[in-house]
């Protein structure tokens, strides 16, 4: 059974800092890009950064460049989002996915391919001003 399990939500202050993990397991986690979307009350789904494991390519929106970083431990099969400099616009429910192949689903440049094959159940973020 496929699953993706996000964890490392919670309140925090505007300038802070959060790291959700994304556990995998039920698929060769090392040949699928992992990506993260968010989605805020209202807003349609966006997609924030992607990786694919099998050489580490990554992809970063333009809203959280330079803020978020994305890393993958094939080890563990996890992928976390270390998420610096939050602001209230960060706010949203953070969601894991996977699909391959790899570089197709995360070729390092943009727009993200949101076609992705499993999701995970989502984890909250809530930035306060």
């Known amino acids: 059974e496929v699953q993706l399990v996000e964890s490392g939500g919670g309140l925090v202050q505007a300038g802070g800092s959060l790291r959700l993990s994304c556990a995998a397991s039920g698929f060769p986690f090392d040949d699928h890009a992992i990506g993260w979307f968010r989605q805020a009350p209202g807003k349609e789904r966006e997609g924030v950064t992607c990786i694919a494991n099998i050489d580490g390519t990554t992809y970063y929106a333009d809203s959280v460049k330079g803020r978020f970083t994305i890393s993958s431990d094939n080890a563990k099969n996890t992928v976390y989002l270390q998420m610096n400099s939050l602001t209230p616009e960060d706010t949203a429910v953070y969601y894991c996915?996977?699909?391959?192949?790899?570089?197709?689903?995360?070729?390092?440049?943009?727009?993200?391919?949101?076609?992705?094959?499993?999701w995970g159940q989502g984890a909250q973020v809530t930035v306060s001003s």
């Open positions: 996915a996977a699909n391959r192949p790899a570089l197709y689903y995360c070729s390092g440049s943009g727009p993200m391919n949101y076609e992705y094959a499993y």
